[in-house]
């Protein structure tokens, strides 16, 4: 099946500093790559994803890359806020099978 | 438009009690997944149904059961609980399979 591996695992950050967060997956046929941000207490929420025919996406602050051929992906945050601290999980999939979760990051942004 | 409902949000149970877990979303969500959440493991996948009336079993079932009720409800039980079940459960819904994925807050397990 597949391996998913994220990296770091506690991150800080200085507030308005820019943050940066790594995933590799082991399946070349997975196809679609979700971020998700857990706040304390809620369930996982999604906050930006992207397909392997795309290389980049963004969303205001956040931004996710995709490198098909070394078989990673990374979350960016710019201009962090303390409302960003959070745990953020990556996950992998492909049609017709299950999601891959990473082990997740938490991100302390210190104001 | 509640999303995706769990219920109860909080659980103690003693060692080898029977208990289902209620998953309810209202997206009209053809695929529902179960998942446990552990320190230090992420999400790890229980089973999932790809599709009314049918269900699968995802990285960890052992030890657990599902029943797909209909569209909208997805139940999971527990027949004899284990310590080793003590863990935060989260349910969730997608339009189909490998598409965004939307959770429920959690249900709380502690099995002593």
């Known amino acids: 099946g597949e391996n998913v591996e994220q990296h770091p695992s506690t991150l800080s950050v200085q507030e308005g500093d820019s943050a940066v967060i790594k995933c590799t997956y082991s399946d070349s046929a997975s196809n679609y790559f979700p971020w998700y941000k857990q706040e304390l207490g809620k369930g996982p929420q999604l906050i930006i994803d992207i397909r392997s025919n795309v290389g980049e996406k963004k969303d205001q602050r956040i931004a996710v890359t995709l490198n098909k051929t070394a078989k990673h992906f990374s979350l960016h945050i710019t201009e962090t806020q303390p409302e960003d601290s959070a745990v953020y999980f990556c996950a992998a999939s492909r049609a017709g099978n299950q999601f891959y979760f990473g082990t997740g990051t938490s991100l302390t942004v210190i104001p | 438009n509640a999303g995706v409902t769990q219920t109860p949000k909080f659980q103690v149970l003693k060692t080898g009690q029977s208990m289902t877990l209620q998953c309810a979303q209202d997206m009209n969500h053809n695929s529902m997944y179960w998942y446990r959440q552990d320190p230090g493991m992420g999400l790890r996948l229980i089973y999932y149904s790809a599709s009314e009336g049918t269900t699968d079993k995802g990285e960890v079932p052992n030890g657990y059961n599902v029943s797909r009720l209909n569209k909208r409800e997805f139940s999971l039980r527990l027949e004899s609980a284990a310590p080793s079940q003590t863990s935060v459960y989260f349910c969730?819904?997608?339009?189909?399979?490998?598409?965004?994925?939307?959770f429920g807050d959690g249900t709380r397990l502690s099995i002593l």
């Open positions: 969730a819904s997608s339009e189909t399979s490998n598409q965004p994925q939307h």
